[in-house]
């Protein structure tokens, strides 16, 4: 068999750039994948999620047509075909996964279908077969772990516990869904069953949902969620499962909490399964360390996206892809972790890149706050999604924006132009006199600029 200068291992959203990338730099490269190509998140979890957002947005904008002076549907007869749903999901999924084969074939990329054991630091087998090669980029992400929680097993084992794998399994909606954990799954799916007609009940350990989002946009989203009908129980212990009932304490007492469904949503581990003979250093959290140029402790083995434990996030496992392939390539390529945009698509959605206030009061920084909020513009007004702001941190010396935050229907596209101006260290300046068309939501941004060089225009 022909030797290859790289091969994948892994063909989720890391490993597929990864390879799609290095091809086009000229490498001969090899993906093996034991699953299907896109990994989770084109299979399991970021497309079918945002597909089945979609609709839920569809059926409550359809629920309240007469705002928009729509009449004549009755609401009442109005619901959703949770068959016909997944339906639409799969289709949007089969239709992105023939388009990486279909990349593959035009990149001269050799697709291996079966599970990858890793020989050594040049070799690896796949269904009996020993494929050889130069570089190793290691992209096998993560899986969902469940703490040790006395009788967890028992709703496991029922069926009536799942991860965001078990929710494409269902037959029908769910009438009382209890969702553990307060990250970002946890939020989606919490938006997502609660717009569609469960009964959602949202339970952590936290003092607020989202620990790693700017306060401000996780304390108003968790206000919005109670004010659309979940059910958030916060700074919740766990503490067994008992008949069918989650027992946790909460405000010193136990309480019980049961529903037809569970969700879990408690963390993740690396998958690991098929490295062993490379002895990889990893962190205290079990994640693959690697260097800032995405090389492991092993020379020549790279490692990308969620089984590095750095930023779980599709987009972030891609741009690593691209730097691993162009340091393989003999380029000098390196990530900035400071300008990742994070998105929660929640109704309305939340987005950020950069620092927070908070953090910025930690490291002492002199800065300035600019807050706009979309009550005051008219896009967000016409089309009846005035719950959000704009908040811009930018830095006093020279109005340059470290940190962009946004709570709006349409956040996660907003974002990218603050990510785009904070990569050239773009300033408040420069943000103001950028003529952006009217009406629209992104008018808040420049809104937010002028509020940080003296005052907004509308308010």
């Not at 291992?9 to 490993?15: A, C």
Request: charged share 25%; proline share 3%.
């Amino acid at each position: 068999m022909d030797r290859y200068d790289i091969v994948v291992l892994g063909g989720g959203p890391g490993g597929y750039v990864a390879a799609i990338k290095a091809a086009q730099l000229g490498a001969k490269v090899a993906v093996v994948e034991k699953d299907r190509l896109g990994g989770v998140c084109l299979n399991w979890g970021c497309i079918p999620t945002k597909t089945m957002l979609v609709t839920a947005k569809h059926f409550k904008d359809i629920l309240r047509a007469e705002e928009f002076g729509i009449k004549g549907i009755d609401t009442s007869r109005v619901d959703i075909d949770w068959k016909s749903l997944l339906e639409r999901k799969d289709t949007v999924v089969n239709r992105l996964v023939s388009g990486i084969e279909m990349l593959f074939k035009k990149n001269k990329i050799d697709f291996f279908d079966g599970m990858g054991t890793v020989i050594n630091k040049n070799q690896i087998e796949v269904n009996g077969e020993t494929i050889n090669f130069d570089k190793l980029i290691i992209a096998t992400g993560a899986s969902s772990k469940y703490v040790d929680i006395p009788g967890v097993d028992e709703i496991i084992k029922s069926g009536k516990a799942m991860d965001n794998y078990g929710i494409f399994q269902l037959e029908d909606i769910p009438k009382e869904i209890v969702i553990i954990g307060a990250n970002v799954y946890a939020i989606e799916f919490a938006t997502l069953f609660n717009s569609i007609g469960s009964n959602v009940t949202l339970i952590h350990n936290g003092k607020q949902i989202l620990p790693f989002i700017e306060n401000e946009l996780a304390k108003t989203l968790e206000r919005q969620l109670k004010k659309d009908g979940v059910k958030v129980v916060s700074q919740a212990s766990f503490k067994k499962v008992k008949n069918g009932e989650i027992i946790v304490e909460h405000k010193g007492k136990d309480k019980a909490f049961s529903g037809d469904k569970y969700m879990l949503f408690l963390g993740t581990q690396a998958n690991l399964n098929g490295l062993e003979n490379l002895n990889l250093k990893l962190g205290p959290k079990g994640f693959i360390e690697t260097n800032d140029q995405m090389e492991t402790s092993v020379d020549g083995v790279y490692a990308i996206g969620d089984v590095i434990g750095k930023y779980p996030l599709a987009h972030v496992a891609s741009a690593e892809g691209i730097v691993a392939a162009e340091n393989i390539m003999g380029m000098t390529s390196k990530l900035n972790y400071n300008l990742v945009p994070s998105v929660v698509y929640s109704f309305p959605e939340l987005a950020s890149v950069g620092i927070t206030e908070e953090e910025a009061k930690e490291q002492g920084l002199d800065f300035k706050v600019s807050k706009f909020p979309l009550m005051a513009n008219g896009m967000a007004i016409a089309n009846g999604e005035t719950v959000g702001f704009v908040k811009i941190i930018s830095d006093n010396e020279y109005g340059e924006i470290i940190g962009t935050h946004i709570m709006a229907s349409h956040a996660s596209d907003m974002i990218s132009k603050a990510v785009a101006l904070m990569q050239i260290e773009g300033t408040v300046y420069d943000l103001a006199k950028t003529i952006h068309p009217h009406p629209t939501f992104a008018e808040a941004m420049v809104e937010a600029a002028y509020g940080a060089i003296d005052k907004p225009i509308h308010i």
